[in-house]
């Protein structure tokens, strides 16, 4: 089951979480690898998209926001677009379009950097959108400072989050093909700076509190990618901070946690090809037999015949009853 757990460190001014993708991690690569057309991604662009997809759920549970976070990469190699959308609710999907060949054991910059042009973006679309109000979006290059490149989504979105909201955070990530995880702590922001007094002894206090973060990032970037891969949630907080005052809240799972959630359905493609018309649907059926629609984001395949085109088509009150429908 996928999971979610956050944590402080008592008396420190850090903050962290750890997230398990599995079941949820597993239903976005089945749907890929059951698309006809596109057929399963490519290893590396696996573990790219689980890496963003741990990422986006570590970030959405450190704010408070009613609304969709979603994580772009805007690819300039044989990847052109990866997505990963996470809800407030811990629903999320993922999505990356692949339109060239890619190399086994292809790296973060040959994937989405090949010419330097690749670019991140985190947009925070609210739940229910004032009139006139946009989306909040923070874009980063794919390289650090003086064009030297990122050699993983952990360093981007560590960069993205010291340029675009001040923020000090370490990150290790690692997925496969059977679960994607990540390990973030974050620097809490010192109270007080408003005031003069306050910020005197914020600044004091500062000077020790630099070294939690730092003692604790480099215990945290001394987990391993195997050891993000196999081990449970209890054992790599145990291993890693077992001499720190470290406090653990409820974790978040089942319908709670973390879970593979899209928003298309066979009655949303259903409608679609009402919306086409009688004639257009069946000159597709007649062309090719079918008619064949994949959702952009999950990759699902719906397909109607010509029995499921007639009955779309058909008034309600003609159709016989449908096997285990309430009528
Ligand atoms: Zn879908």
Redesign the pocket.
């Known amino acids: 089951m996928s999971e979610l757990h956050k944590f402080i460190f008592e008396g420190l001014p850090v903050r962290g979480a750890l997230v398990v993708l599995t079941d949820a991690w597993q239903e976005v690569l089945r749907?890929r690898a059951a698309n006809t057309q596109t057929g399963a991604y490519p290893p590396p662009v696996a573990e790219l998209l689980g890496e963003m997809a741990a990422a986006a759920v570590l970030m959405q549970s450190g704010i408070k926001f009613d609304g969709a976070l979603v994580m772009q990469i805007f690819g300039d190699g044989p990847v052109k677009l990866a997505v990963a959308e996470v809800q407030s609710d811990l629903r999320l999907?993922a999505t990356a379009s692949v339109t060239g060949a890619v190399p086994p054991g292809a790296m973060l910059a040959e994937l989405v950097n090949a010419h330097g042009q690749g670019r991140c973006a985190i947009t925070l679309d609210p739940r229910l959108r004032l009139p006139g109000q946009q989306p909040y979006q923070g874009v980063v290059p794919l390289a650090g400072p003086g064009g030297v490149a990122l050699r993983g989504v952990a360093e981007v979105i560590e960069q993205y989050m010291r340029q675009s909201e001040q923020l000090d955070t370490t990150l290790v990530l690692a997925a496969d093909g059977m679960r994607a995880a990540g390990l973030l702590l974050q620097r809490l922001p010192v109270q007080g700076q408003h005031n003069l007094a306050q910020s005197h002894v914020a600044r004091e206090e500062g000077a020790v509190d630099d070294d939690a973060f730092e003692r604790l990032s480099l215990l945290a970037r001394s987990l391993k990618r195997d050891e993000l891969l196999e081990l449970d949630a209890d054992t790599v907080l145990r291993r890693l901070f077992w001499q720190e005052p470290l406090q653990r809240f409820e974790p978040r799972q089942g319908a709670s946690g973390p879970r593979f959630a899209?928003?298309?359905s066979r009655e949303r493609v259903g409608a679609m090809l009402k919306g086409l018309g009688r004639d257009e649907a069946e000159s597709i059926l007649r062309e090719q037999g079918q008619v064949e629609v994949s959702?952009?984001?999950?990759?699902?395949q719906e397909r109607f015949d010509a029995v499921d085109v007639g009955r779309l088509f058909t008034p309600a009150a003609q159709q016989p009853p449908q096997p285990g429908s309430v009528q």
């Open positions: 749907r999907r899209c928003s298309c959702c952009d984001f999950c990759g699902q």
